[in-house]
Nanobody
Framework: QVQLVESGGGLVQAGGSLRLSCTASGSVFNTHAMRWYRQAPGKQRELVAV???????NYAYSVKGRFTIFRENGKNTVYLQMNSLKFEDTGVYYC????????WGQGTQVTVSS
């Protein structure tokens, strides 16, 4: 069984930075892609960033150049460094992994004040 635990959310002013962390238990971390999703109030959950097991990354267009996803395999942890935050980045951020079975963290709230 895989468990994902996120941390690092909070309230920040527009233009500020936050770093989210997601620590995984279980045996999938080193072999699976890790993803960050977010869900804004009244909107569908959207993929924000992904890092593969080979450290290839991909980003949603809206965050490209501002967010960085990276993983620390020795700590079973994936991070999302968020810079130049905008009001529209507000939402609950979820860590995700898996192929056939999908695993989700509990989510961490990010609120950007304008």
């Amino acid at each position: 069984q895989v468990q994902l635990v996120e941390s690092g959310g909070g309230l920040v002013q527009a233009g500020g930075s936050l770093r989210l962390s997601c620590t995984a238990s279980g045996s999938v971390f080193n072999t699976h892609a890790m993803r960050w999703y977010r869900q804004a109030p009244g909107k569908q959950r959207e993929l924000v960033a992904v890092v593969t097991s080979r450290d290839t990354t991909n980003y949603a267009y809206s965050v490209k150049g501002r967010f960085t996803i990276f993983r620390e395999n020795g700590k079973n942890t994936v991070y999302l460094q968020m810079n130049s935050l905008k009001f529209e980045d507000t939402g609950v951020y979820y860590c995700n992994t898996g192929l056939v079975n999908q695993y989700w963290g509990q989510g961490t709230q990010v609120t950007v004040s304008s």
